[in-house]
């Protein structure tokens, strides 16, 4: 079946809403699908072709004293579950208590037509096999171990509600990822990957390069003291700094509770004027669904504009509450944990990577970060480890290997010294839930508070 045409999704939501006995109703389907081939060097250890339907309804109910809500989900659009999810939410909602803080349901709204590429929806097993080949043939050249995971498919996203809301968007996604390690598994490893939303944009020879590299002269790596560096952080390093302000001090909520680092911070220019983050679910680089999980259009926020912390999201019923606009940032619905960010977009600079590097005295070019942890919400401190490719930079060159290092650092302050942004943008994940656009950013004092045997 693969994804859900949009004529699927609106028949099966719109079907649910009409036979609801609820005063008020709303439907979310979420449709997936894709391929994907992971491998080691052995070759494949690991292929699927799958797709996964999930349905979320809510539902209403006026007893008189006031609105009850419930809430119930399936996984799969079969009959028999939708109907039962149904039954489940409306039995849930007239055993809530009245909220008094429940609003209507948003009506009818006009959202931007997005569509998948079918190529990427369509990619098979064959090319995919082949890339694989590639890696393992360029890793065992190199003695070296590889591991990896090449990806294509697809999102589909429908709401649909009793107050006349009817949206549908859907896109496609393609990745591929390496790994290239020393047999020993310490000596040394090299990652890279590329992230785009079509599988036409792939290059997967030039991550195999680039990983292999990496790999490479990552050899003989020596431990080196902590302490502040400037640091060069390539994009998947950048990513895990940037994802976790978006889980926790971009959304108006956590502003409210007092527990972002925006406190204090909004209408002030106290980053680095390098500094222009968005979020932007209509970016040409990587565009993401046009209207959040209440149907409402996204809305392009200026979150910091070369330096100034200026804006932060909302959903329907904080824009309601605080009496501001709607950005379209809900979460799925109810939701403890209010508006958060989606299509985070790093603005780009004018360096290019070697510029960047050139740049510094004596400091350390990161390729990504792991076990990243939020310490600090007010102050975003986080803590992490640097991993696959940490390299010294000694006037303006990188000169050798090190060995891993963890850091403790305030983004606020990281933030605030950012000497240099790259010219080139690109889509990075991180080793959790989430991706940005953004290129690689260069920062002084950055700080590094212990060292590590690998």
Request: with cysteine; proline share 5%.
């Amino acid at each position: 079946m693969g994804i859900l045409s949009r004529e699927q999704a609106l028949e099966i939501a719109r079907g649910l809403v009409d036979t609801s006995t609820a005063d008020e109703t709303e439907v979310v389907i979420e449709s997936q699908a894709d391929r994907f081939v992971r491998f080691a060097a052995t070759g494949p250890t690991q292929s699927a072709d799958r797709e996964r339907h999930f349905v979320s309804i809510r539902v209403r109910i006026d007893s008189g004293e006031g609105k009850r809500e419930g809430a119930a989900t399936c996984d799969g659009v079969d009959t028999a579950l939708t109907a039962g999810a149904l039954e489940r939410a409306v039995e849930l909602a007239r055993h809530a208590p009245p909220n008094p803080d429940l609003i209507p349901l948003g009506g009818p709204v006009d959202v931007e037509d997005r569509r998948p590429d079918e190529a990427t929806l369509e990619h098979g097993f064959e090319p995919k096999a082949d890339w694989v080949r590639t890696a393992v043939e360029a890793c065992e050249r190199e003695d070296l171990l590889p591991a990896g995971l090449t990806q294509t498919g697809g999102y589909a996203r429908a709401v649909v509600n009793s107050a006349g809301r009817q949206v549908y968007a859907a896109q496609s996604r393609a990745s591929f990822a390496l790994t290239a390690s020393t047999p020993d598994l310490v000596g040394g490893a090299g990652f890279a990957d590329q992230i785009a939303a079509t599988v036409a944009e792939l290059d997967p020879d030039e991550v195999i390069r680039r990983a292999v590299l990496k790999a490479d002269r990552s050899r003989g790596a020596e431990a080196i003291d902590a302490g502040e560096y400037t640091v060069v952080l390539e994009p998947a390093a950048v990513s895990a700094m940037l994802l976790f302000a978006g889980y926790k001090g971009f959304g108006c909520q956590d502003v409210e509770e007092q527990s972002s680092f925006l406190c204090g911070r909004l209408g002030e220019r106290c980053l680095s004027e390098g500094l222009t983050i968005v979020d932007d679910a209509s970016n040409d680089f990587y565009p993401g669904i046009p209207f959040d999980y209440e149907g409402s259009p996204k809305v392009r926020v200026d979150l910091i504009d070369r330096g100034l912390v200026k804006g932060m999201v909302t959903d329907h019923a904080w824009s309601r509450k605080l009496g501001v606009p709607n950005t379209g940032h809900g979460r799925m619905q109810p939701s403890p944990g209010g508006p958060t960010t989606s299509n985070l977009c790093v603005a780009a600079g004018d360096q290019s990577l070697d510029e960047l590097i050139a740049g510094v005295e004596r400091g350390l070019l990161v390729t990504q970060f792991h076990y990243t942890n939020l310490i600090n919400p007010r102050e975003l401190t986080l803590t992490g480890m640097t991993r696959n490719g940490t390299f010294l930079i000694e006037n303006g060159k990188v000169t050798r290997p090190v060995k891993n290092l963890r850091f403790t650092m305030s983004m606020t302050k990281a933030w605030s010294q950012i000497t240099g942004v790259g010219n080139e943008l690109h889509v990075a994940g991180a080793l959790f839930d989430g991706e940005v656009v953004t290129p690689a950013l260069r920062i002084d004092g950055f700080r590094f508070t212990s060292t590590t045997a690998f």
